[in-house]
């Protein structure tokens, strides 16, 4: 247990995370130990309710002795006294935070979930719990943890679109929140490994990489290959880990992946032979990729802001490049395997695609999931002809914040047509009318020719 040697007042003004409790305790006068009011005044505010919690919170704040505990019980008991209090969600978020700092972490998950349940797009809070789940190693606890990350990779996803600028500015901004998205995938990717589920564990991990490089990530990637027995790919990626490039790197820690490395490497090849020849040649391979310095944190495609300068996955690992589309009219429909009208607007774009069969016209359904892992059972359930490929930052650069949805760029590339939703009606007829539109408009060829 520690106590601190501050006064309760500032104890709770720090703690409010720019919710100060300052608010309440202007309402307290008392608060200070020093009653500014008349004796004729105080019979006639023990009829206020607003008064009696007044006082009673008073009390409760008074009597810490500064000690952290104290006032975390003397806050449970008000809350069990007035559970209806106006000042509910501030008191909470008290109670968590100083938990938290008292190393509580019982405590924090208690209250943290009654109020992420009145703020549940607090990041700050999520990852608050996210701390204290973390010292919680049964599978219950890893359960909400899963929930909980997964929440905060929706939101950081969110952020980033948001933080992305058309002309590339405000890079701070995008590198700030790639971060914390690349580190929230890690942090789930962890939680699925705890768990035995390998597969999404690599899934988040290899998310991790993607959005922001990094050593640690490699060296997640190689532990969930080795669990898997698949050490050449193991030793490829904890090469990888112990030769990246990092500004202050962990030494200690990288004496650890050098041991992981050398196991690898002895387990395949029953020497260290060539083992130095790998590590120089991943060295290299690495500062080439990474020479631009300020990329070494963005996305794949993150430094393209034309869609059709992106190259993309398909299912089966082949690339698609969107250059291959340049000059034609294409229809790009958003979608993800959770998303149910996603799945009837999939069966709808089916329809469109048979009526333009020998059009000039080219269909991609882009993905957007974030465990790839279903998309495949998912295809060969719905029977799918159109093709598909990954997002991989695409849905960033086109601003997608809702599925399903749907666009068609014209010959020069740009967005003629965009719906987001779908209307079951009236989709087959309306897409069709717009995608007719834009495939009867001159070629730039045939307009600049006039």
Request: glycine content about 6%; aromatic content about 6%.
């Amino acid at each position: 247990m520690r106590t601190r040697n501050v006064s309760a007042t500032k104890v709770l003004v720090r703690c409010l995370l720019g919710l100060s409790l300052w608010v309440v305790c202007a309402q307290v006068p008392l608060l200070a130990g020093q009653s500014t009011a008349k004796p004729s005044e105080d019979k006639a505010k023990t009829a206020d309710p607003d008064a009696v919690e007044q006082e009673a919170l008073r009390k409760a704040l008074q009597s810490t002795g500064a000690n952290p505990l104290v006032l975390i019980k003397n806050l449970e008991t008000f809350l069990e006294r007035f559970p209806e209090t106006h000042r509910r969600e501030i008191i909470l978020r008290t109670i968590c935070q100083e938990a938290s700092e008292a190393n509580a972490p019982a405590v924090t998950i208690k209250y943290g979930q009654m109020l992420i349940a009145m703020a549940p797009e607090d990041s700050t809070l999520l990852s608050l719990l996210l701390d204290a789940l973390d010292q919680e190693k049964d599978a219950a606890h890893r359960t909400l943890a899963i929930d909980y990350s997964t929440r905060l990779i929706a939101m950081t996803e969110k952020r980033r679109s948001q933080a992305v600028q058309p002309d590339g500015e405000d890079h701070a901004e995008q590198e700030k929140v790639t971060r914390r998205l690349a580190t929230a995938y890690a942090r789930r990717g962890s939680y699925y490994e705890d768990a035995g589920t390998l597969d999404k564990a690599k899934a988040d991990f290899e998310k991790s990489y993607e959005v922001r490089p990094s050593a640690r990530a490699a060296e997640c990637l190689g532990d969930v290959a080795s669990a898997q027995g698949d050490i050449a790919r193991a030793a490829d990626y904890y090469s990888s880990a112990f030769t990246f490039p990092e500004k202050e790197p962990d030494l200690a820690h990288r004496w650890e992946v050098r041991r992981k490395l050398g196991n690898a490497y002895a387990a395949l090849h029953h020497s260290d032979a060539g083992l130095g020849d790998l590590v120089l040649a991943r060295s290299d391979e690495l500062m080439r990729q990474f020479a631009a310095g300020p990329s070494l944190g963005r996305a794949r495609n993150a430094d393209r802001h034309n869609p059709f300068d992106y190259v993309l996955e398909r299912p089966n690992g082949a690339p698609l490049s969107l250059a291959d589309y340049h000059g034609k009219v294409v229809v790009l429909d958003f979608w993800a395997t959770w998303c149910g009208p996603c799945r009837l607007e999939g069966r709808l774009l089916e329809q469109v695609i048979e009526r333009f069969r020998n059009e000039p016209a080219a269909f991609l359904a882009v993905n957007v999931d974030e465990d790839a892992s279903r998309v495949a059972a998912f295809l060969k359930e719905e029977k799918w002809t159109v093709p598909v490929a990954y997002a991989q930052g695409l849905d960033r650069l086109l601003g997608v914040n809702g599925l399903p949805t749907i666009m068609i760029f014209d010959r020069q590339g740009q967005v003629v047509y965009r719906q987001e939703g779908v209307d079951p009606e009236g989709f087959v007829e309306e897409l069709g009318k717009h995608l007719r539109e834009a495939l009867q408009q001159p070629t730039s060829a045939t307009a600049s020719s006039r």
